[in-house]
């Protein structure tokens, strides 16, 4: 499994201006939804359930929400840059600006847990957060983090 099948440019919000944690859930659902062809409504539910679970802030500014549905075959990303942090109920107190939205089938929950951790090893890189908070466009955030994954892989 690798995070570049489950990414892709169409798939972010880079530079968004978020004003609070439900609204970037709720662009970031709408995306899936025209992705996926997906009910944002229900993903949406799913993942305010699991906030209320417990925050998926993870500390540096980075919270990883994630929700299981029907109707996928395989785990994919959605990915946001935000202009200005927002309270996430982060662990450490520190605003989140990067989110990365696990969505992943159900009833698959080794393939789910891996695809977490993938996505969470990866965003330990503090080369890479950086410079994703400094991205432009989709396309340059993509090209980051693929660059990322082939400079690991070397």
């Keep these: 499994m690798n995070i570049n099948d489950m990414l892709s440019s169409d798939a972010m919000l ?58 996928i075959d395989k785990p994919y990303v959605f990915v ?32 789910n847990l891996q695809a977490l951790a993938l996505i969470s090893r990866l965003l330990r890189n503090n080369d890479l957060t950086t410079k994703l908070r400094g991205c432009k466009s989709s396309e340059s955030a993509l090209a980051v983090i693929s660059q990322s994954i082939r400079d690991e892989a070397a």
């Design 80 to 111: 946001s840059t935000l202009v200005n942090g927002l309270d996430f109920n982060s662990t450490d107190d520190q605003p989140v600006d990067l989110i990365f939205l696990l969505i992943a089938p159900e009833n698959k929950g080794a393939e």
């Design 14 to 71: 880079v530079n968004f201006f978020g004003t609070s944690k439900k609204q970037v859930l709720e662009e970031l659902t709408k995306l899936a939804e025209n992705k996926l062809k997906i009910d944002s409504r229900i993903l949406l539910e799913n993942l305010i359930k699991r906030e209320k679970l417990g925050s998926t802030a993870v500390g540096n500014g980075i919270a990883i929400p994630h929700a299981s549905i029907t109707n």
